[in-house]
C-alpha cells in the first residue's frame, strides 16, 4: 500500500497519502473492535488491552477523516 507513495509527489502524493490513512485506520479499528469483542482473542488481558486502544485508534480515524476532507474535497 505505502510503496504506492513512492512514485507520487505534490499534490497526488498528498490526496493518495490521506486517502490510505484512512483506510488504514478503518482496518485498524475494525481489528481491534473484533479482537475486543465478546469472540474475540481468548486471552482476557490481550481482549481488554485490545478494547482500551479503540478510543485513540479512533481519534486517530477522525483526524485521517478531516484530513482526508481537506485534501479530497
Given at each position: 500500500?505505502?510503496?504506492?507513495?513512492?512514485?507520487?509527489?505534490?499534490?497526488?502524493?498528498?490526496?493518495?497519502?490521506a486517502r490510505k490513512m484512512?483506510?488504514?485506520?478503518?482496518?485498524?479499528?475494525?481489528?481491534?473492535?473484533?479482537?475486543?469483542?465478546?469472540?474475540?482473542?481468548?486471552?482476557?488481558?490481550?481482549?481488554?488491552?485490545?478494547?482500551?486502544?479503540?478510543?485513540?485508534?479512533?481519534?486517530?480515524?477522525?483526524?485521517?477523516?478531516?484530513?482526508?476532507?481537506?485534501?479530497?474535497?
Open positions: 500500500m505505502l510503496e504506492d507513495l513512492t512514485v507520487l509527489e505534490g499534490t497526488a502524493f498528498d490526496q493518495d497519502f484512512v483506510l488504514s485506520h478503518e482496518e485498524a479499528v475494525s481489528l481491534f473492535e473484533r479482537a475486543s469483542g465478546p469472540d474475540g482473542v481468548p486471552d482476557d488481558d490481550l481482549r481488554e488491552w485490545a478494547a482500551t486502544k479503540l478510543p485513540t485508534l479512533r481519534t486517530h480515524l477522525d483526524d485521517a477523516h478531516e484530513l482526508d476532507a481537506l485534501i479530497n474535497p
